[in-house]
Nanobody, 117 residues
Framework: QLQASGGGLVQAGGSLRLSCAAS????????MGWFRQAPGKEREFVAR????????YYADSLKGRFTISRDNAKNTVYLRMNSLKPEDTALYYC????????????WGQGTQVTVSA
């Protein structure tokens, strides 16, 4: 139901935009987010955006470099990543959460981002 795309190999300092298309759910009813997991590390929160896109939250370490947005008409959430660093290398997952807090309801399959030095 969540199909992420846009990952790839990029040099340090470069940019990527991830997309996540949702299907089978009423997209505008869900808070959307991104998490990532690097090899050998625990999964970590990246960003999330409210149902109407009016409120965004970011991991403190990523503020200013990453931007989350959504297009409810296209049932798609985006993650723009600028000034990428090798430590941003990870599998990036999009998520959908119906409630205002609590557990994520849906996880996407992940898209790989690899940043070379």
């Amino acid at each position: 139901q969540l199909q992420a795309s846009g990952g790839g190999l990029v040099q340090a300092g470069g940019s990527l935009r991830l997309s996540c298309a949702a299907s089978g759910l009423t997209f505008s009813n869900y808070h959307m987010g991104w998490f990532r997991q690097a090899p050998g590390k625990e999964r970590e929160f990246v960003a999330r955006i409210s149902r109407r896109g009016t409120v965004q939250y970011y991991a403190d370490s990523l503020k200013g470099r990453f931007t989350i947005s959504r297009d409810n008409a296209k049932n798609t959430v985006y993650l723009r990543m600028n000034s990428l660093k090798p430590e941003d290398t990870a599998l990036y997952y999009c998520t959908a959460r119906y409630g205002d807090d609590g557990e994520v309801d849906y996880w996407g399959q992940g898209t790989q981002v690899t940043v070379s030095a």
